[in-house]
């Protein structure tokens, strides 16, 4: 191993895709992984959309990598309650995460970027206040790398971020996810994901069904609290619609993994550093998808990295117009989508019963048939308010919210007036 322009701390999708552009600039690249192989262990479900991932240059992606493709989802509520929307072609599709992640590492491997597995980087080198390396243990040795600029796309552990002093993401913002493979499914739509909403199955976001195919799929839940695994259980035969597919599933491949929620950290630019993907917080928390957007923010970090070589200005200064560059195309987008994950927080599992009864009742599948942008959710919410029944949908769920707070307001001052009592 020798030094380089630019160390990527992390071999996952956007270390990977920071290395691909950087590579393509001729920028020498070190992309140090601490595991055995890239893509492994698989932590996630894989779920991306396929606009998405033509905006990046990526798709078609080769056949074996895409398990399946979807026309849409059914929506399910705590009581079962049903709201779906399909369109009338697929938009988006479940890769093999282990596959994806190599075949980006291999199209910067081809790029020039240079990859060392079983490297764990255990600190910065710092000098006078800026980066300027990574000290790095290969198996029982560890040795120092020096590098203009490190990318860091360690993922959401952000071990080396809070080194850096950075400010990381609030753990109460993290949501505990749970991943599994299933066999022996009944009646599923293979071209159709279910998604299981209410805090009595996925307290702070939601529950997947994702088909593969051969009565196979993907199942898991994120949740803020409880056990996340508990809760699978849970939901696989407890809940009304789910328990129907999933109660005789044999379970394999369980894995876990934490998803930021909390919308992206203050800042992701030191001098000589910058930092993409989850260990930023670039994860969509509406959803808690994370590849597409710490994708488009790797390739922008790659371009900034190649003005500041160009310059030979590694400042923190400088490196600032990174964070410029992605909060122009999606800082927006997080703070509504920050916003959205507020609101569905705060309903309880009766009113998100009423909101799925309602939205069907009043055809809202209708409005979002001829709309495909499932990433730009802002932006795309904007396009279509002017279907009433968009706007109907917003409104009955601002009443929905507004009722939840009153009742927990109640709620509270009925305990402190008890406690006064007590008193």
């Known amino acids: 191993m020798k030094d380089s322009d630019v160390i990527v701390v992390g071999g996952g999708p956007c270390g990977s895709f920071a290395a691909l552009h950087l590579a393509k600039l001729g920028i020498e ?158 009646g599923l739509e293979t071209n159709m994901v279910d998604v299981f909403l209410g805090r009595h199955y996925a307290p702070g976001l939601y529950g997947w069904l994702m088909p593969t195919g051969d009565g196979k799929a993907k199942i898991g839940l994120a949740t803020k609290t409880r056990n996340p695994r508990q809760l699978l259980e849970r939901l696989m035969h407890r809940h009304p619609n789910a328990s129907k597919k999933l109660e005789k599933a044999k379970i394999s491949k369980v894995s876990y993994h934490p998803i930021p929620l909390g919308g992206p950290i203050v800042r992701t630019f030191s001098n000589g550093l910058l930092v993409v993907g989850d260990a930023a917080a670039q994860v969509k928390p509406t959803t808690g998808g994370g590849v597409i957007y710490g994708m488009n923010c790797a390739r922008t970090a790659a371009k ?16 600032n117009r990174y964070q410029k560059r992605w909060k122009e195309k999606l800082g927006l987008e997080f703070a509504f989508m920050v916003r959205m994950r507020k609101m569905l927080d705060s309903l309880d599992d009766r009113r998100t019963d009423d909101l799925i009864r309602f939205c069907t009742r009043i055809g809202l599948d209708k409005a979002f048939q ?45 305990v402190k007036d008890g406690l006064k009592e007590n008193d």
Request: one cysteine or more; proline letters at 2%.
């Open 370 to 414: 001829k709309s495909h942008n499932v990433d730009f959710q802002r932006r795309e919410l904007l396009r279509l308010l002017w279907n009433p029944r968009i706007s109907l949908s917003g409104l009955y769920l601002l009443l929905l919210i507004s009722s939840c707070n009153r009742k927990n307001l109640m709620y509270h001052a009925h």
């Open 304 to 319: 900034v990295v190649s003005d500041a070589l160009q310059s030979d200005n590694f400042s923190s200064e400088f490196l």
């Open 29 to 186: 690249v070190n992309v140090f992984e601490e595991h055995s192989e890239v893509g492994a262990p698989c932590h996630c479900a894989g779920h991306l959309s396929i606009g998405g991932l033509r905006l990046l240059g990526l798709y078609p992606l080769p056949a074996k990598i895409v398990e399946n493709t979807f026309r849409g989802a059914t929506i399910h509520s705590p009581n079962g309650e049903q709201f779906r929307i399909r369109f009338s072609s697929a938009i988006t599709c479940a890769v093999n995460r282990v596959l994806f992640d190599k075949y980006i590492a291999s199209s910067a491997m081809d790029a020039g970027a240079n990859y060392f597995l079983d490297s764990k980087v255990e600190s910065l080198i710092v000098n006078n206040g800026s980066v300027k390396g990574a000290v790095v243990k290969h198996r029982n040795n560890e040795e120092k790398f020096l590098a203009k600029i490190v990318v860091d796309a360690e993922g959401v552990a952000a071990r080396i971020l809070r080194q850096s002093g950075l400010f990381a993401f609030n753990s109460r913002d993290v949501a505990k996810g749970v991943q599994a493979h299933a066999e022996g499914l009944e």
